[in-house]
């Protein structure tokens, strides 16, 4: 079965817009020292940058998921995938610091869907064990390359600040197949005063709610603890080499990796909600045990737990959701579950600054476990539970 789902061709080239949605900032932020150089401006400035290009997707992830479900996929995915890789590779022309933030803006425009148009391409080609083999291996490609960028666009930067941006020209590269042998399988004729009255009529429902409050959960603890303030806790460690952070960061990834690859296996023993108490129960065993270490060699033990966590979590979400919404509103709910997980990415290094300043960086580790106790109570009582998929 895996091997019938992998010599799906339509799938490669889902991965190949998988890759390209998280390129982002994951394939320059080695070179923000040397763009701060060279345009002579201030950190605090360069650091403007994640927020800028990650805007776009919390304000307009929504909207394109609901014009997805009415004119289709590949209308939507083709050109925001010209668009990313016109704006981004544009930037090495640049001569002015606020032309470069808005190509950024641009480009994160043309990112905002891609993130959640994959997956709901997976959904629509796909049912049953075949789709929960496929966002597995979808999930292990996500992971693989939010490890790779890094490393590659470190080494690009050492050249000079814009080779990392001739990266988003692989997008293009993507497109081209995407456009001449994507097949699009969606047709929505549904008007959208119609549309929009059972959008809004599935969302009240309880379990979709629920779901979509994990996402947030799920991105607040990532980027509140791992991304946020372990690299500080590190430091105060007495490590203070930029690679080793970046590796704690590499292992979580390719134990994520590793673990989304397996997970058809592992649904044939456990079913999705068994899945997600146990994906954010590693959550919470991660965030405490950091508490516990205090060699930072140590700390790999709990970035992979993390990672093990990660990898069975976001692929299973994924399947869960859409499993809980109508066909026709498919897009539009991918969409709005990336929207939160974004909203989760903004919203945690201003939530657990406030326990930071206020009690000290452990607490940021503590509040990041129960906020996965907390979801797990949220997975125990309004998630039904499903068959093995």
């Known amino acids: 079965m895996d091997n019938l789902v992998l010599k ?14 998280v390129m982002g900032i994951a394939s320059f932020m080695s070179a923000y020292p040397k763009i701060a150089a060279h345009f002579n ?13 990650t805007l776009p997707g919390l304000l307009l992830t ?24 016109i704006s981004g590779s544009s930037i090495i022309f640049v001569a002015d610091f606020n032309i470069f933030l808005a190509l950024i803006f641009i480009q ?3 990112a905002a869907p891609l993130g959640a148009l994959n997956i709901t391409l997976i959904s629509d080609k796909f049912s049953g064990t075949e789709r929960i083999a496929a966002l597995g291996y979808n999930g292990t490609i996500l992971n693989l390359s939010t490890t790779i960028y890094p490393f590659v666009g470190g080494l690009l930067a050492g050249l000079g600040w814009y080779y990392p941006f001739f990266l988003p020209l692989l997008a293009i590269m993507i497109m081209l197949p995407v456009w001449f042998f994507l097949k699009d399988e969606h047709s929505n004729k ?4 119609d549309y929009f009255s059972a959008f809004s009529s599935t969302i009240k429902n309880l379990k979709v709610l629920s779901i979509l409050s994990l996402a947030v959960i799920t991105f607040l603890i990532l980027f509140g603890t791992l991304i946020s303030f372990l690299p500080f806790l590190i430091t105060d460690m007495g490590e203070t080499n930029p690679v080793f952070i970046g590796l704690q960061i590499a292992t979580m990834s390719i134990m994520a990796a590793v673990s989304s690859s397996q997970l058809k296996r592992i649904n044939k023993y456990l079913n999705q909600k068994q899945l997600l108490i146990i994906a954010f129960l ?13 060699q930072p060699s140590l700390l790999f033990i709990s970035s992979s737990i993390y990672g093990i966590g990660h990898g069975v979590n976001i692929p299973t979400l994924v399947s869960l959701l859409s499993q809980s919404v109508p066909k026709q509103q498919l897009a539009g709910f991918m ?20 326990f930071y300043r206020s009690f000290g960086i452990e607490s940021t580790f503590i509040l990041g476990s129960i906020l996965a106790a907390i979801a797990v109570a949220i997975i125990i009582f309004f998630i039904h539970s499903n068959p093995k998929i």
Do not use: C, E, H, M
């Open 335 to 354: 969409s709005l579950q990336r929207a939160s997980s974004l909203l989760g990415q903004t919203s945690a290094p201003v939530v657990f600054s406030i």
């Open 41 to 53: 401006v201030s950190p605090d400035r360069v650091a403007l940058i994640s927020t800028i290009f």
């Open 282 to 294: 590693l959550y919470g065993i991660s965030s405490l045990l950091v508490i516990f270490l205090n």
């Open 62 to 85: 929504p909207l394109f998921g609901i014009l997805a479900d009415k004119i289709g996929r590949k209308k939507i995915i083709v050109p925001a995938l010209l668009l990313f890789g």
């Open 108 to 110: 994160g425009i043309g």
């Open 8 to 21: 799906n061709k339509q799938l490669w080239l889902i991965f190949g817009i998988t890759a390209i949605a």
């Open 190 to 193: 549904v008007n959208f005063s």
